[in-house]
């Protein structure tokens, strides 16, 4: 109860009582001051006694003007003092609001230079892939050729194109086999690719030991004009066995490799690397012949390293397959897919066995001559003249990159590896027997053309 209330109750005739409980309670509550809030001060309308309901005639001591004009006045200070902080503020808003603007521009815009940039990549892919299947599909064209010229007894016989050369010898046969005809003993001797596959090792031995002594012979007396024709002639036979039997029993063929053959037998051994520095040496290359058989090496080992990596695909293929057949119940829905692969894994190896056959023609046939095939022969024995040996050391002196560097063919693709193999076929396929007794260039024309 404040003292305005008590004042009342007195006025109004209220009970002793309450006139005591309203006194006693009125020294404690706050005083109330409803009018607290307006200027008092001298009023030029009602004066200095002016008063708005004290019935009492009593002035308004407690009535003080200034915190009015202070409260008055704070408000309007701090409007002025708020207006600039509420600029800074909607400034610095606007300010974030930019620079989030123009990140997402600046993250838009590269975004669309990422999405170019690999649109691009994937153009430049695709534009490369056109071209690697150009030239697989040339590379089967001329397959399909090559397989439709072939009779069906020499597309079963012969796992590889060849060469000329070899067809003209093997076409004179008996009983429709293939057969080369020796005349290393004076007579003509027919005998056919089947029998030369299954001789033993000794008489094989025995058989390349009589090319060699006549060969060598012929070296001897070469000017005569009859040791000249023997020597060709011989040269294109042996070298005609030795493919005959790596077509057919390529087992054989490297028994006969890796063996000694003086002693009356067959007996394991192999030439130094000294004794083929001497061989380079008695060979007696041109610059010709040695730039086509450092590139034949290029061009093999490239195509060696293709088919190597077809392969170790292939094989991850059969190795997840037979997981799921082991998995699978029940599991002849995968047998169809694992027979594929086998026929697969089967025509890369006889692919590289080709690439083996045809890497021989080119170099002993192609590009060395029927001397320097002689000349091999007799300064190699009792070993064979190795043409992987040959290369060796030919690449060691001429400092060419290393077969593992050749196999891995990081400066072209595969389609491109494949494509410079078959131009290597193609050489082949323009070999004759009238040009086995001299240089037929790679590269380019042949010598002293």
Same mark, same amino acid.
């Given at each position: 109860?404040?003292? @305005?209330?008590?004042?009342?109750?007195?006025?109004?005739?209220?009970?002793?009582?309450?006139?005591?409980?309203?006194?006693?309670?009125?020294?404690?509550? /706050?005083?109330?001051? /409803?009018?607290?809030?307006?200027?008092?001060?001298?009023?030029?309308?009602?004066?200095?006694?002016?008063?708005?309901?004290?019935?009492?005639?009593?002035?308004?001591?407690?009535?003080? =003007?200034?915190?009015? &004009?202070?409260?008055?006045?704070?408000?309007?200070?701090n409007?002025?003092?708020? %207006? /600039?902080?509420?600029?800074?503020?909607?400034?610095?808003?606007?300010?974030?609001?930019? +620079?989030?603007?123009?990140?997402?521009? +600046?993250?838009?815009?590269k975004? &669309?230079?990422?999405?170019?940039?690999?649109?691009?990549?994937?153009?430049?892919?695709?534009?490369?892939?056109?071209q690697?299947?150009?030239?697989?599909n040339? &590379?089967?064209?001329?397959?399909?050729q090559?397989?439709?010229?072939?009779?069906?007894?020499?597309? $079963?016989?012969?796992?590889?194109?060849?060469?000329? %050369?070899?067809?003209?010898?093997?076409t004179?046969?008996?009983?429709?086999?293939? %057969?080369?005809?020796?005349?290393?003993?004076?007579?003509?001797?027919?005998?056919?690719?089947?029998?030369?596959c299954?001789?033993?090792?000794?008489?094989?031995?025995?058989?390349?030991?009589?090319?060699?002594?006549?060969?060598?012979?012929c070296? @001897?007396?070469?000017?005569?004009?009859?040791?000249?024709?023997?020597?060709?002639?011989?040269?294109?036979?042996?070298?005609?066995?030795?493919?005959?039997?790596s077509?057919?029993?390529?087992?054989?063929?490297?028994?006969?490799?890796?063996?000694?053959?003086?002693?009356?037998?067959?007996?394991?051994?192999?030439?130094?690397?000294?004794?083929?520095?001497h061989? #380079? $040496?008695?060979?007696?290359?041109?610059?010709?012949?040695?730039?086509?058989?450092?590139?034949?090496?290029?061009?093999?080992?490239?195509?060696?390293? &293709?088919?190597?990596?077809?392969?170790?695909?292939?094989?991850? +293929?059969?190795?997840?397959?037979?997981?799921?057949?082991?998995?699978?119940?029940?599991?002849?829905?995968?047998?169809?897919?694992?027979?594929?692969?086998?026929?697969?894994?089967?025509a890369?190896?006889?692919?590289?066995?080709?690439?083996?056959?045809?890497c021989?023609?080119?170099?002993?046939?192609?590009?060395?001559?029927?001397?320097q095939?002689?000349?091999?022969? #007799?300064?190699?024995? /009792?070993?064979?003249?190795?043409?992987?040996?040959?290369?060796?050391?030919?690449? %060691?002196?001429?400092?060419? =990159?290393? @077969?593992q560097?050749?196999?891995?063919?990081?400066?072209?693709?595969?389609?491109?590896?494949?494509?410079?193999?078959?131009?290597?076929?193609?050489?082949?396929?323009?070999?004759?027997?009238?040009?086995?007794?001299?240089?037929?260039?790679?590269?380019?024309?042949?010598?002293?053309?």
């Amino acid at each position: 109860m404040n003292r @305005v209330d008590a004042n009342f109750m007195l006025q109004s005739g209220a009970s002793e009582h309450a006139q005591e409980y309203a006194m006693a309670h009125a020294s404690t509550a /706050p005083e109330f001051t /409803p009018f607290a809030h307006l200027h008092t001060s001298e009023d030029p309308l009602f004066g200095s006694s002016a008063s708005s309901g004290n019935t009492a005639g009593q002035p308004f001591d407690d009535f003080s =003007p200034g915190p009015a &004009v202070a409260v008055g006045g704070s408000k309007r200070q701090n409007r002025a003092r708020s %207006a /600039p902080a509420s600029l800074e503020r909607k400034l610095e808003v606007n300010r974030a609001a930019q +620079k989030r603007f123009r990140q997402r521009q +600046k993250a838009r815009g590269k975004d &669309v230079e990422a999405q170019l940039t690999q649109v691009n990549t994937q153009l430049v892919q695709l534009r490369h892939q056109q071209q690697e299947l150009e030239i697989q599909n040339q &590379v089967l064209e001329s397959k399909t050729q090559t397989h439709s010229s072939l009779s069906p007894t020499a597309e $079963v016989v012969l796992l590889w194109k060849g060469d000329a %050369a070899w067809h003209q010898q093997a076409t004179s046969s008996h009983d429709q086999a293939w %057969a080369l005809n020796l005349t290393v003993w004076q007579n003509d001797c027919f005998v056919t690719v089947n029998d030369l596959c299954h001789l033993p090792l000794a008489k094989l031995t025995k058989l390349y030991t009589t090319y060699t002594q006549k060969l060598a012979a012929c070296l @001897v007396e070469e000017p005569m004009i009859s040791h000249q024709s023997n020597l060709h002639r011989w040269t294109a036979e042996v070298t005609g066995l030795v493919l005959a039997v790596s077509m057919h029993n390529p087992t054989l063929l490297y028994k006969l490799d890796q063996s000694r053959m003086d002693l009356g037998c067959a007996v394991q051994e192999t030439a130094s690397d000294e004794c083929f520095r001497h061989l #380079v $040496v008695a060979m007696q290359y041109s610059e010709e012949q040695v730039q086509d058989l450092l590139h034949l090496r290029r061009l093999f080992y490239g195509g060696q390293g &293709v088919l190597e990596r077809q392969r170790r695909v292939l094989v991850g +293929k059969l190795s997840s397959t037979e997981a799921m057949v082991m998995a699978d119940s029940p599991p002849q829905s995968n047998y169809s897919v694992l027979t594929s692969i086998s026929h697969e894994l089967r025509a890369n190896a006889a692919e590289e066995h080709c690439f083996r056959l045809q890497c021989c023609c080119a170099c002993f046939r192609g590009i060395h001559t029927s001397k320097q095939c002689a000349t091999g022969m #007799v300064h190699m024995y /009792p070993f064979m003249l190795q043409r992987g040996r040959l290369f060796a050391e030919l690449a %060691a002196q001429r400092e060419e =990159p290393s @077969v593992q560097e050749l196999m891995t063919g990081l400066s072209k693709s595969d389609a491109q590896h494949m494509a410079d193999w078959h131009h290597v076929a193609d050489y082949l396929d323009k070999l004759s027997l009238n040009d086995l007794d001299r240089h037929c260039s790679l590269l380019g024309q042949p010598a002293g053309a």
